[in-house]
């Protein structure tokens, strides 16, 4: 059986230092990376939306993605049905401020997924994090999976793990689904000093364009896994 999200969404965040006042539908629109009809409704033309540029923090929506920027970080979030759109306005932006000293960057999927039965539910939070252990040491009490971390590096435990490149998948009961289980990729690189002549903003940008498909297609992959394994449905 293959699990296709109820809703299911993207963010790329970078930690860095910004300057949140250059980040403006005006200037996206200045550079043609959204047209006239996205930059209206990010000024809140005609919609009301809230819309905040100042030196501390920029804020903002469209139909199809949310910008937020601070001082210390980057945030550009997916809204209703997912597409490559994302990763190329990503790109661009970083390709316009190649000058902005990055420390990390995170390829983010989220998905909301629905569960046929309570039973099932329960099971995978039982398979994933087993009670026994807590249901001695708190007898004739009710156990239950809220959080759930894994954190995946590349090389073998001891041995050489790759400090760069990190991936936390993290599952936890949806708070959008009934009986719904909420998982989370975060595809996380560490930014070193300039490598081949680019700066960290355009490694940054590279990085967005080479692997934000290559993620998705993975955070798909271990969705599905995770729950077809916990349910069973997979040896």
């Given at each position: 059986?293959?699990?296709?999200a109820?809703?299911?969404?993207?963010?790329?965040?970078?930690?860095?230092?910004?300057?949140?006042?250059?980040?403006?539908?005006?200037?996206?629109?200045?550079?043609?990376?959204?047209?006239?009809?996205?930059?209206?409704?990010?000024?809140?033309?005609?919609?009301?939306?809230?819309?905040?540029?100042?030196?501390?923090?920029?804020?903002?929506?469209?139909?199809?993605?949310?910008?937020?920027?601070?001082?210390?970080?980057?945030?550009?979030?997916?809204?209703?049905?997912?597409?490559?759109?994302?990763?190329?306005?990503?790109?661009?932006?970083?390709?316009?401020?190649?000058?902005?000293?990055?420390?990390?960057?995170?390829?983010?999927?989220?998905?909301?997924?629905?569960?046929?039965?309570?039973?099932?539910?329960?099971?995978?939070?039982?398979?994933?994090?087993?009670?026994?252990?807590?249901?001695?040491?708190?007898q004739?009490?009710?156990?239950?999976?809220?959080?759930?971390?894994?954190?995946?590096?590349?090389?073998?435990?001891?041995?050489?793990?790759?400090?760069?490149?990190?991936?936390?998948?993290?599952?936890?009961p949806?708070?959008?689904?009934?009986?719904?289980?909420?998982?989370?990729?975060?595809?996380?690189?560490?930014?070193?000093?300039?490598?081949?002549?680019?700066?960290?903003?355009?490694?940054?940008?590279?990085?967005?364009?080479?692997?934000?498909?290559?993620?998705?297609?993975?955070?798909?992959?271990?969705?599905?896994?995770?729950?077809?394994?916990?349910?069973?449905?997979?040896?």
């Amino acid at each position: 059986m293959t699990y296709t999200a109820e809703i299911f969404s993207s963010s790329i965040i970078a930690v860095g230092d910004f300057n949140p006042a250059i980040f403006s539908p005006d200037w996206l629109e200045i550079n043609n990376l959204v047209g006239k009809d996205d930059a209206d409704i990010a000024r809140g033309e005609g919609i009301g939306r809230p819309m905040l540029v100042s030196h501390q923090v920029s804020t903002f929506e469209t139909e199809w993605f949310a910008l937020q920027v601070l001082e210390n970080q980057f945030s550009l979030s997916s809204k209703g049905v997912l597409s490559p759109a994302l990763q190329d306005l990503a790109v661009s932006i970083f390709q316009l401020v190649p000058h902005t000293p990055i420390t990390s960057v995170g390829l983010n999927f989220m998905g909301h997924f629905k569960i046929a039965s309570e039973s099932e539910y329960h099971r995978i939070g039982d398979i994933l994090a087993p009670k026994k252990i807590w249901d001695t040491l708190y007898q004739d009490s009710s156990t239950g999976l809220a959080d759930l971390t894994i954190r995946i590096q590349q090389g073998r435990r001891g041995v050489s793990l790759e400090e760069k490149t990190v991936k936390n998948i993290s599952l936890q009961p949806s708070k959008k689904i009934k009986c719904g289980v909420f998982m989370s990729y975060n595809d996380h690189h560490e930014m070193s000093a300039a490598e081949n002549g680019l700066r960290l903003a355009e490694q940054v940008s590279n990085l967005v364009e080479n692997r934000w498909q290559l993620s998705w297609r993975d955070a798909e992959r271990v969705f599905n896994s995770v729950l077809s394994l916990a349910l069973g449905e997979l040896e």
